[in-house]
């Protein structure tokens, strides 16, 4: 308990930084999870809304993995940037995701995007992850982006 009331929450540059990391997730998730709603709200296949947000939320990760692991590549070979990209934090990314389908089923009753459900859902899924973000850089000194 000690532990996390010494852990220091203040640092501005490390803050700083894993908005940068979150921002990044958050890009490489939303590709992958708004691209899976907008189509099945444009082809109207009759899926459940909770099939529509796992399949979205799947390849929310999967696209975040890919962005991931292309921005890494300038810093290591592919094989490992792919580990690197793939051992990140999946409990950033399934919060991320979480926080953006449920906010899209709280607003919209569904799975269905339009322009004012997709900032709140963007915002969420910024917020929900980032101090989860801050702590694993700040404890750990890595990061999605680094």
Same mark, same amino acid.
């Given at each position: 308990m000690n532990d996390i009331i010494a852990f220091n929450w203040q640092d501005r540059d490390t803050w700083n930084k894993s908005a940068y990391n979150t921002l990044w997730? $958050?890009?490489?998730?939303?590709i992958g999870d708004l691209g899976t709603i907008y189509y099945f709200q444009v082809t109207g296949i009759p899926w459940t809304t909770?099939? #529509? *947000?796992?399949?979205? *939320?799947? @390849?929310? %990760? $999967?696209? !975040?993995?890919?962005?991931?692991?292309? #921005? $890494? $590549?300038?810093q290591m070979t592919f094989v490992i940037a792919l580990k690197t990209a793939m051992g990140m934090s999946l409990i950033s990314m399934? !919060?991320?995701?979480?926080a953006m389908n449920l906010v899209d089923v709280i607003i919209t009753g569904g799975a269905r995007l339009n322009f004012y459900?997709?900032? #709140?859902?963007? %915002?969420?899924? &910024?917020?929900?992850? =980032?101090? +989860? @973000? +801050? =702590?694993?850089?700040?404890? &750990?000194g890595s990061g999605c982006c680094n």
């Open positions: 997730c $958050l890009i490489g998730c939303s909770m099939s #529509i *947000m796992l399949l979205a *939320m799947f @390849n929310g %990760i $999967l696209t !975040s993995i890919i962005l991931e692991t292309i #921005i $890494l $590549l300038k399934i !919060s991320m995701e979480l459900v997709v900032p #709140i859902m963007l %915002i969420a899924g &910024f917020i929900t992850p =980032w101090p +989860y @973000n +801050y =702590w694993r850089l700040k404890k &750990f």
